[in-house]
């Protein structure tokens, strides 16, 4: 049986998901390829067009039976049409991302989901809200995807997809007994994009500095670089903007605290990183952020910026952090792995013969 990953034109977490399942199934010895497709993030009529017809033929082109897992909503959506009517077709989708903007955006977000929900024999959802919505879009079986983080490695040793190979600035040593000088050191890593809330995390650093002494350090790069570093400059807090690294587990090793103000995410991997490496974390209760953490971060609500700010303070206290601390590491015992990912491939691409 033959496999054929559909991905859209994305880089970051959604990129290294695709890269990671290909991998698996690869050297699990499965048959499995990628489409000879590009999908853009808008519609285009007649590249959406010979986008269908490439995948039809690269369906055809194989004997029967064919899966064909697509990720993305717009690439779910294509592989819909491109499956239907096809017997010994078979679709799975896995939506990674909340379809946001203006209400012509949303309303075309919505139209696409139906067609996911109508064509595919399975949706994977990275997050409560977006399982919820195939649900009323009507789709016949929706599970909770499986979001592995890459395996821990130790500080130093693992580079970020698509970082930077510059030389980079040391994360300095991490004291075992509460913060280094009598500072608070906060450690954020994200895509310097909307969706993370970085707004609302500079709000936070402006009030932290009526409290004990902190430094946020933000490790990532993205359309707001500019805007944030100038809101920065202007305001005079206490932010860092780090870019790219490659380093990150050597800044998760060097952190008192890890902490996502994003306003959406489905399962993000950065947190995964933060419970393995034991760091204490506060975060918005955003998408699925709680299936990631459970109990062992501090959640409040998405845009409550002082109930954030009252979360950080409150981990300034050495015996809370180490509470966390150990709440993180017992958390991490539990994440999936690359192995639970594999089952569930196995399990939703390749089903016995009653399923076709």
């Not at 896995?94 to 919505?110: E, F, I, M, S, W």
């Not at 930077?164 to 040391?170: C, D, N, Q, Y």
């Not at 993180?328 to 939703?348: F, G, I, K, N």
């Amino acid at each position: 049986m033959r496999i054929l990953l559909v991905r859209p034109a994305a880089s970051g977490g959604l990129a290294a998901h695709v890269d990671h399942e290909l991998a698996l199934l690869t050297a699990a010895g499965r048959e499995v390829s990628e489409a000879p497709v590009r999908i853009g993030e808008r519609p285009r009529l007649a590249g959406d067009l010979r986008t269908v017809r490439t995948l039809r033929a690269a369906m055809d082109g194989s004997p029967a039976p064919v899966t064909v897992h697509a990720h993305g909503l717009r690439a779910g959506a294509l592989s819909a049409l491109a499956v239907r009517g096809r017997r010994g077709r078979r679709l799975v989708v896995t939506l990674h991302n909340r379809t946001v903007g203006r209400r012509a955006t949303r309303a075309v977000g919505a139209g696409l989901l139906r067609i996911v929900a109508r064509g595919a024999d399975t949706v994977l959802a990275v997050s409560p809200d977006l399982a919820e919505a195939a649900r009323r879009a009507g789709a016949r079986e929706v599970r909770h995807a499986v979001i592995p983080a890459p395996e821990p490695v130790a500080p130093g040793d693992r580079t970020v997809s698509g970082a930077s190979e510059e030389s980079l600035p040391t994360a300095p040593a991490r004291t075992g007994d509460g913060p280094r000088l009598g500072r608070l050191e906060i450690l954020v890593i994200a895509r310097l994009a909307p969706q993370k809330g970085l707004g609302d995390l500079l709000d936070v650093a402006a009030l932290l500095r009526e409290g004990p002494p902190a430094r946020i350090r933000i490790a990532g790069e993205g359309p707001l670089h500019q805007e944030l570093a100038a809101r920065i400059r202007a305001e005079h807090l206490p932010v860092e903007l780090l870019g790219r690294r490659s380093d990150v587990p050597a800044l998760l090793a060097a952190a008192d605290l890890v902490v996502s103000a994003a306003h959406w995410e489905g399962q993000p991997v950065s947190l995964q990183e933060a419970l393995q490496a034991g760091r204490a974390i506060v975060a918005t209760d955003a998408g699925g952020t709680r299936w990631v953490t459970g109990d062992a971060a501090a959640l409040v609500p998405v845009g409550d910026v002082p109930a954030l700010a009252a979360a950080i303070t409150a981990l300034a206290d050495p015996a809370a952090r180490d509470a966390a601390e150990a709440a993180s590491r017992r958390r991490a015992r539990d994440l999936p792995t690359a192995e639970d990912l594999l089952a569930q491939l196995d399990e939703v691409l390749v089903p016995g013969p009653q399923h076709w």
